[in-house]
């Protein structure tokens, strides 16, 4: 029995997601008292992958033949698989990422294990059996789902559990599983990475505009606001639809869901749609002209104002709250 | 080229989700039931590709008899025949196992499914339904194009963009941009009435995890209000109080 921890990284370097999930895999190995293995594909220095001992991790499983470098769904499916096998593994955990949910189904499907995708908390056992809250109904609700398989795979939900350092480092093992030839027919052509700007899923503050902007061409003081606050920008689905915005940055019950800390919604309505992918956010502003805007109804902090004036005021707030 | 879609039967986005009082199923009345904006998505996208070829899209569900009228939807749209796995949708696992094991006897180019449907969010069932099948997957899809006997991908990751190049068969889960949902016109939804809908027996799949009880998210407090003339209180109450900046 052990808990293994699927940590991907880009260009070999963990995100806050890795850490998330060594995290997570820490405080669920203490609850049934074993201990935490990571398993990485592909290039990562030495000294990076023993720093993951620093959130929980004991060994590390490194993958890192020529054939993995990279990241095809099906072949890191098999050897997530092989090596929750080679460490006995009850309980797989990986981070909610884009990869990430493309490969959970493939690894419990390999491991015969119950899948809980979009957990929000640490789940509770019960003897064989686990217990696990996780989202449903696009964020208008959550379902409390039992695992009863032998082994469990968790997908869980990015920023849903803090980064917990104790200071450990982790041994670094070469891991060469067999992977059938088969798992190799797809082949990455190109990756376009948009480096100038956070990207929104994982970003920790979010700054969003709907239709109450007028115009694309409004978008550089949402940029700037933005910027001094090192989020990610947002819109909702009109907006996007116009093509004012990338499809990308579409959050809502039909776009992306996001819970970050700090989202500040600017100029929209709060449509039921629209609240959907945004509730989990821990804390709310909402920038409205219009008083009776359903947004307010769930929000933390309001400023009921026309945003051309109140975002600038903002912004250069701050500013001068950061330059102290 | 044959396309297989994946079709499933949820609530109208505008819905209010409320539970049962001992929390432990979605209430039904009253609510609309809808084709996933997801799943309209990727059955546009087959009828892009097979529109003026020879090809055929087929669509699957797994639901009960009520979901017909979602099905004859979906006909409508121009679909051309239409199989209903006759089972309460359990689960993905369930779900992927009817989808996969229909596929099996009755192969396809592609098989595409919607990014995840909009009640459970599970980005699963492509995945499951690849793993199945053993062919490739992409969960969450921004464009497809055929080249050949290749479909070439553009999958989000985070931060950017991928683009992969797959031999057929494959199974894809569409996501926004891969195509523009089409709305039904009079012609097709006269013609839905009498295209195909076969409805066969689910296969036995042995449960892994059942859903509990269900919970509706805390309600937030109050609003804390900040004029517009003073948005250095509300830079305050952020630091001080949310202690998010
Ligand atoms: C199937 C379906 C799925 C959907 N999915 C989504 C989804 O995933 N995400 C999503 O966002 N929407 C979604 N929608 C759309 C949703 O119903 C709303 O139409 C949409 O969210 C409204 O966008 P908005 O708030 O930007 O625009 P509006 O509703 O037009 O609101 C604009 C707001 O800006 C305010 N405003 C105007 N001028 C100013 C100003 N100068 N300063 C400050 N405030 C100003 C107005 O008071 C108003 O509240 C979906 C709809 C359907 C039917």
Same mark, same amino acid.
């Given at each position: 029995?052990?808990?293994?921890?699927?940590?991907?990284?880009?260009?070999?370097?963990?995100?806050?997601?890795?850490?998330?999930?060594?995290?997570?895999?820490?405080?669920? @190995?203490?609850?049934?008292?074993?201990?935490?293995?990571?398993?990485?594909?592909?290039?990562?220095?030495?000294?990076?992958?023993?720093?993951?001992?620093?959130?929980?991790?004991?060994?590390?499983?490194?993958?890192?033949? +020529?054939?993995?470098?990279?990241?095809?769904?099906?072949?890191?499916?098999?050897?997530?698989? @092989?090596?929750?096998?080679?460490?006995?593994?009850?309980?797989?955990?990986? @981070?909610?990422?884009?990869?990430?949910?493309?490969?959970?189904?493939?690894?419990?499907?390999?491991?015969?294990?119950?899948?809980?995708?979009?957990?929000?908390?640490?789940?509770?056992?019960?003897?064989?059996?686990?217990?696990?809250?996780?989202?449903?109904?696009?964020?208008?609700?959550?379902?409390?789902?039992?695992?009863?398989?032998?082994?469990?795979?968790?997908?869980?939900?990015?920023?849903?559990?803090?980064?917990?350092?104790?200071?450990?480092?982790?041994?670094?093992?070469?891991?060469?599983?067999?992977?059938?030839?088969?798992?190799?027919?797809?082949?990455?052509?190109?990756?376009?990475?948009?480096?100038?700007?956070?990207?929104?899923?994982?970003? +920790?503050?979010?700054?969003?505009?709907?239709?109450?902007?007028?115009?694309?061409?409004?978008?550089?003081?949402?940029?700037?606001?933005?910027?001094?606050?090192?989020?990610?920008?947002?819109?909702?689905?009109?907006?996007?639809?116009?093509?004012?915005?990338?499809?990308?940055?579409?959050?809502?019950?039909?776009?992306?869901?996001?819970?970050?800390?700090?989202?500040?919604?600017?100029?929209?309505?709060?449509?039921?749609?629209?609240?959907?992918?945004?509730?989990?956010?821990?804390?709310?502003?909402?920038?409205?002209?219009?008083?009776?805007?359903?947004?307010?109804?769930?929000?933390?902090?309001?400023?009921?104002?026309?945003?051309?004036?109140?975002?600038?005021?903002?912004?250069?707030?701050?500013?001068?709250?950061?330059?102290? | 080229?044959?396309?297989?879609?994946?079709?499933?039967?949820?609530?109208?986005?505008?819905?209010?989700?409320?539970?049962?009082?001992?929390?432990?199923?979605?209430?039904?009345?009253?609510?609309?039931?809808?084709?996933? /904006?997801?799943?309209?998505?990727?059955?546009?996208?087959?009828?892009?590709?097979?529109?003026?070829?020879?090809?055929?899209?087929?669509?699957?569900? &797994?639901?009960?008899?009520?979901?017909?009228?979602?099905?004859?939807?979906?006909?409508?749209?121009?679909?051309?025949?239409?199989?209903?796995?006759?089972?309460?949708?359990?689960?993905?696992?369930?779900?992927?196992?009817?989808?996969?094991?229909?596929?099996?006897?009755?192969?396809?180019?592609?098989?595409?499914?919607?990014?995840?449907?909009?009640?459970?969010?599970?980005?699963?069932?492509?995945?499951? &339904?690849?793993?199945?099948?053993?062919?490739?997957?992409?969960?969450?899809?921004?464009?497809?194009?055929?080249?050949?006997?290749?479909?070439?991908?553009?999958?989000?990751?985070?931060?950017?963009?991928?683009?992969?190049?797959?031999?057929?068969?494959? &199974?894809?889960?569409?996501?926004?941009?891969?195509?523009? /949902?089409?709305?039904?016109?009079?012609?097709?939804?006269?013609?839905?009435?009498?295209?195909?809908?076969? &409805?066969?027996?689910?296969?036995?799949?042995?449960?892994?995890?059942?859903?509990?009880?269900?919970?509706?998210?805390?309600?937030?407090?109050?609003?804390?209000?900040?004029?517009?003339?003073?948005?250095?209180?509300?830079?305050?109450?952020?630091?001080?109080?949310?202690?998010?900046?």
């Amino acid at each position: 029995m052990s808990v293994l921890v699927y940590t991907e990284h880009t260009e070999g370097k963990f995100k806050k997601s890795a850490y998330e999930a060594v995290s997570y895999a820490k405080a669920v @190995a203490d609850l049934i008292g074993t201990s935490v293995t990571a398993v990485t594909i592909g290039t990562v220095a030495p000294a990076d992958l023993a720093t993951l001992g620093n959130y929980g991790a004991t060994k590390v499983l490194h993958v890192s033949s +020529e054939q993995f470098a990279q990241f095809i769904n099906q072949a890191y499916a098999s050897v997530i698989a @092989a090596a929750a096998t080679h460490v006995d593994a009850n309980v797989v955990i990986i @981070a909610n990422t884009f990869s990430g949910k493309g490969l959970a189904p493939r690894v419990a499907a390999k491991l015969e294990a119950a899948l809980a995708d979009g957990a929000v908390e640490l789940p509770q056992f019960e003897g064989d059996k686990l217990n696990i809250k996780k989202t449903a109904f696009s964020g208008k609700a959550f379902a409390i789902t039992e695992l009863t398989a032998p082994k469990k795979v968790i997908a869980l939900n990015l920023n849903a559990f803090e980064v917990r350092e104790s200071g450990g480092s982790a041994a670094v093992e070469e891991f060469k599983p067999e992977v059938p030839a088969g798992d190799f027919t797809a082949v990455i052509k190109d990756i376009i990475r948009i480096t100038d700007k956070v990207p929104l899923p994982d970003a +920790e503050i979010v700054v969003s505009a709907g239709r109450g902007l007028k115009g694309p061409e409004n978008w550089a003081m949402i940029e700037e606001l933005a910027d001094v606050l090192g989020a990610a920008t947002a819109c909702s689905k009109p907006v996007s639809d116009a093509g004012w915005r990338p499809h990308s940055e579409h959050v809502g019950q039909t776009g992306i869901a996001v819970s970050p800390n700090l989202y500040i919604a600017i100029g929209i309505s709060g449509a039921i749609q629209h609240l959907a992918g945004v509730s989990s956010s821990k804390t709310i502003v909402v920038i409205n002209k219009d008083p009776e805007a359903p947004f307010f109804k769930v929000a933390d902090y309001g400023i009921v104002g026309d945003a051309f004036e109140v975002v600038p005021k903002l912004t250069a707030a701050i500013k001068a709250y950061k330059g102290n | 080229m044959n396309i297989l879609v994946c079709i499933s039967n949820v609530p109208d986005t505008t819905s209010k989700i409320t539970f049962s009082s001992d929390h432990t199923s979605p209430n039904t009345n009253g609510i609309q039931y809808i084709i996933n /904006p997801y799943d309209e998505i990727a059955l546009a996208k087959a009828i892009d590709l097979t529109e003026g070829t020879d090809g055929k899209v087929v669509v699957i569900n &797994v639901g009960e008899a009520a979901t017909e009228a979602t099905i004859r939807k979906a006909l409508a749209i121009g679909a051309h025949q239409a199989v209903r796995v006759d089972a309460v949708p359990r689960d993905a696992w369930f779900v992927a196992h009817q989808i996969a094991m229909y596929a099996k006897n009755n192969p396809f180019d592609i098989i595409l499914t919607g990014r995840e449907s909009i009640e459970y969010n599970g980005t699963q069932v492509a995945a499951y &339904v690849g793993e199945l099948l053993g062919i490739p997957s992409v969960s969450i899809a921004k464009r497809i194009d055929i080249e050949g006997d290749r479909a070439i991908v553009e999958r989000e990751i985070e931060g950017g963009k991928e683009v992969l190049s797959i031999p057929l068969p494959l &199974v894809v889960g569409a996501a926004e941009g891969v195509a523009e /949902p089409r709305i039904p016109n009079m012609r097709g939804i006269m013609s839905a009435r009498t295209k195909p809908l076969e &409805v066969i027996q689910p296969t036995a799949v042995p449960e892994l995890s059942h859903i509990v009880k269900y919970e509706s998210p805390e309600p937030r407090g109050s609003v804390t209000l900040v004029s517009a003339d003073d948005v250095e209180q509300l830079v305050d109450l952020l630091h001080n109080n949310a202690r998010v900046i």
